[in-house]
């Protein structure tokens, strides 16, 4: 079997890899870790059986979606939750546990009929989550493609009513003085993962970014949220 694997994120990359040597001499992978790499004459050229993309984030060529097959996976149980942002999406809405949904991807934005689901834990930094959420995917969900093939894993059509989630903006991520504790430990850890804007809160000419939060017990066996700050001045928010 030829496969692609397309992804950008660090955690990913180094699981496809452990993946690509796991099946050496078994079935041909590819990965692809750039835009310039994922071109329709490089695809057409392997002729994969399938291309992977966990976390890829470009537009994909309607080309390439309707000749090959292309299986995304998305972090809520869907038709439940289609569209961006989804683990930050999940945590505001008060979730602890979600399905990660292998999903064939389609001119429908998560649309596609479902391969596959796995349950995924939203305990934990962001960070530490989609680290989870690649252990996955790379260890479970993409070598049972692999080892069942095509014939045995066939989609099936999406059932139910769509819940749509729209994709939060790094203005999102300020955090009010109305907040609650509970909720600035999941705006500050929902946040906290390489490539993603930290939650905030303005303060005079500064944004104090948050990350590494954490509940303690003080010697008064008191619980208390702990967080590392680092203090950016507005003028640099080019820069964040």
């Not at 389609?106 to 252990?135: N, W």
Request: charged share 30%.
């Amino acid at each position: 079997m030829k496969i692609i694997i397309a992804t950008i994120k660090s955690w990913n990359i180094e699981r496809a890899r452990e993946l690509q040597k796991k099946y050496e001499g078994v079935h041909e992978i590819i990965i692809y870790t750039s835009k310039e790499e994922f071109m329709l004459k490089n695809i057409c050229d392997f002729g994969p059986d399938y291309i992977f993309l966990p976390h890829w984030s470009y537009i994909m060529p309607k080309e390439i979606t309707d000749d090959w097959e292309c299986v995304v996976f998305h972090m809520t149980d869907l038709p439940y939750g289609r569209g961006g942002s989804p683990l930050q999406n999940l945590i505001v809405r008060g979730h602890k546990e979600t399905k990660i949904s292998a999903v064939r991807m389609t001119e429908k934005l998560d649309g596609g009929p479902i391969y596959m689901k796995h349950a995924l834990s939203l305990e934990g930094s962001a960070q530490e989550i989609f680290v989870r959420c690649s252990d996955i995917i790379f260890r479970e969900m993409i070598p049972q493609f692999l080892d069942e093939g095509s014939e045995k894993i066939a989609p099936i059509p999406q059932e139910g009513e769509p819940v749509l989630f729209k994709r939060r903006k790094p203005e999102d991520g300020n955090i009010t003085s109305d907040m609650k504790t509970d909720q600035i430990y999941d705006y500050i850890r929902m946040l906290d993962a390489e490539g993603y804007p930290r939650a905030f809160i303005e303060f005079g000419d500064y944004r104090l970014e948050l990350e590494q939060a954490a509940f303690l017990i003080n010697e008064n066996n008191e619980k208390e949220l702990s967080a590392k700050v680092t203090f950016r001045h507005m003028s640099d928010q080019s820069e964040s």
